[in-house]
Every structure is written in structure tokens, then in C-alpha cells.
């Protein structure tokens, strides 16, 4: 049988290994980000947003391609209450 010695090091052992882990971890999937990648990123985000707010609206047609193609000429429908 262990003593109580041997498992407090054993548990000590296996607590630091873990934090090393960690460590290593957060040092190799660490990226940095730039102002100039976050600003496409919410650019390409709103972009989305209009694109799906157009569709829902039956303001336009996405195309198999992922183009967009109008359907209305004249003037949008009004909006109803919810």
C-alpha cells in the first residue's frame, strides 16, 4: 500500500504536468489578431446580414452560385404588425 507521502507526490506530479499542459497548450494555439482582421471580419458579417435580411424580405433571390438576383421593380411590401 501507498503511503501518504507517496500519494501527495504523486498528486503534486500530476497537478504540475497538468499545468505545463496547459501552458503548452495556450502557447502553440495562441494567435494574434489584428484591428485591420477584426473590422473585415464585422464587415463581412454585416454584408451576411443584409444578404439574409434581402432574401427574408423577398427583396432578391440568391442563386445557386450565391449570387444575388432582384425580384421587385417596384416599391417593397409594407410591413404588417406582428
Same mark, same amino acid.
Given at each position: 500500500?501507498?503511503?501518504?507521502?507517496?500519494?501527495?507526490?504523486?498528486?503534486?506530479?500530476?497537478?504540475?504536468?497538468? +499545468?505545463?499542459?496547459?501552458?503548452?497548450?495556450?502557447?502553440?494555439?495562441?494567435?494574434?489578431?489584428? /484591428?485591420? $482582421?477584426?473590422?473585415?471580419?464585422?464587415?463581412? +458579417? $454585416?454584408?451576411? /446580414?443584409?444578404?439574409?435580411?434581402?432574401?427574408?424580405?423577398?427583396?432578391? $433571390?440568391?442563386?445557386?452560385?450565391?449570387?444575388?438576383?432582384?425580384?421587385?421593380?417596384?416599391?417593397?411590401?409594407?410591413?404588417?404588425?406582428?
Amino acid at each position: 500500500m501507498m503511503t501518504r507521502k507517496t500519494k501527495i507526490l504523486i498528486l503534486c506530479v500530476v497537478i504540475l504536468l497538468g +499545468a505545463a499542459l496547459l501552458k503548452y497548450g495556450a502557447s502553440v494555439r495562441s494567435t494574434s489578431t489584428s /484591428a485591420r $482582421q477584426h473590422e473585415e471580419a464585422v464587415k463581412l +458579417a $454585416q454584408l451576411e /446580414a443584409d444578404l439574409i435580411k434581402a432574401v427574408a424580405e423577398g427583396n432578391g $433571390q440568391a442563386d445557386n452560385s450565391g449570387t444575388m438576383s432582384g425580384r421587385y421593380t417596384g416599391s417593397t411590401p409594407k410591413p404588417r404588425p406582428t
